[in-house]
């Protein structure tokens, strides 16, 4: 190979090099946050398994608490209503949010 001629894997990372460089206000202005939130999962009792459901409010979005005492306020009272013997379980999850 001679010196003026490149490697494909090359020079295709030069050219997305070359797009980030110029892209990079774009993508240094964008700022990402991460918070953690709790769900509650209900383990729905099947024939011989468990089923994990993560539950949604009225609107259909997941159902998650800013902490983890009201997500294990309201599990214990999934719980205490539960007649069909499944339960409950509070989960902390992680989500990104851009700003």
Excluded: C, W
């Excluded at 050219?15 to 980030?20: E, G, T």
């Excluded at 800013?66 to 902390?92: G, P, R």
Aim: cysteine-free.
């Amino acid at each position: 190979m001679a010196e003026t001629e490149q490697n494909p894997l090359t020079s295709g990372l030069i050219r997305v090099a070359s797009f980030l460089f110029s892209k990079s206000d774009i993508l240094l202005k964008t700022k990402t946050k991460y918070t953690m939130s709790y769900v509650i999962i209900k383990k729905v009792k099947m024939e011989n398994k468990e089923l994990p459901v993560i539950l949604l409010d009225t609107l259909g979005e997941i159902l998650s608490f800013e902490t983890e005492e009201m997500a294990t306020a309201y599990q214990e009272l999934f719980q205490i209503n539960s007649d069909s013997k499944h339960s409950y379980e509070v989960k902390h999850i992680y989500s990104m949010n851009e700003y």
